[in-house]
């Protein structure tokens, strides 16, 4: 298992990309083997050189192993495949509460809040209507609020011209309807002196 690990944790900070939501298999407090959804994202410095990374893991022991007995007792392909959609959209719902959780999360941790802030990338948080409900002082700056709690609560069409903040609202929607990431999308958007850039 740590060999798997540590190989993924070094493909993270090589290649500069996440893995998102990887089942795989883990151990919990009392040593018994479970099954882990685990997401490793890259953790950059200042100069946005990457450090190390940044891991979640999260049981989802009884889901798997749900799946796995209906397989077994399930000798009809297309009952099988019905069940399977149904644990599908369950795995959907657990991300959801996953983001919730990270919300929790940021709200609780002066850490965490600390270090997105330092953190040389756009980072936030918006709701189901793609409004934002955490930002770090980078996405301020470049949206050019006050503070923010000026940023809180508005979306891009406060900020971006219609055409810009429509793609970056139809982008967003997709993602919670479908529950699949948006991942290295350029897109264009404005550098800390106001230029047009791709970000």
Do not use: C, W
């Amino acid at each position: 298992m740590a060999d798997e690990f540590r190989k993924n944790e070094i493909e993270v900070m090589v290649t500069d990309s996440p893995i998102l939501f990887k089942e795989e298999k883990g151990l919990n407090e009392n040593r018994n083997e479970i099954y882990v959804s685990t997401s490793k994202i890259p953790f950059h410095d200042n100069n946005g050189k990457v450090i190390g990374i940044i891991g979640i893991g999260r049981d989802i022991t009884d889901i798997v192993r749900t799946r796995e007995d209906l397989i077994m007792k399930n000798k009809n392909l297309e009952e099988v495949n019905m069940l399977l959609e149904e644990h599908q959209k369950k795995i959907l719902q657990s991300q959801d509460e996953l983001k919730g959780f990270y919300e929790q999360m940021l709200e609780e941790k002066n850490q965490l809040r600390t270090l997105i802030d330092n953190m040389p990338d756009r980072i936030y948080i918006k709701d189901r209507k793609s409004r934002f409900v955490i930002g770090n002082k980078h996405i301020a700056k470049i949206l050019k609020v006050k503070s923010l709690d000026d940023l809180i609560g508005k979306s891009d069409f406060d900020f971006h011209p219609k055409e810009s903040a429509e793609e970056f609202f139809r982008d967003e929607q997709q993602i919670m309807l479908s529950g699949i990431p948006l991942i290295n999308k350029e897109e264009h958007g404005r550098d800390l002196e106001g230029n047009e850039a791709i970000i």
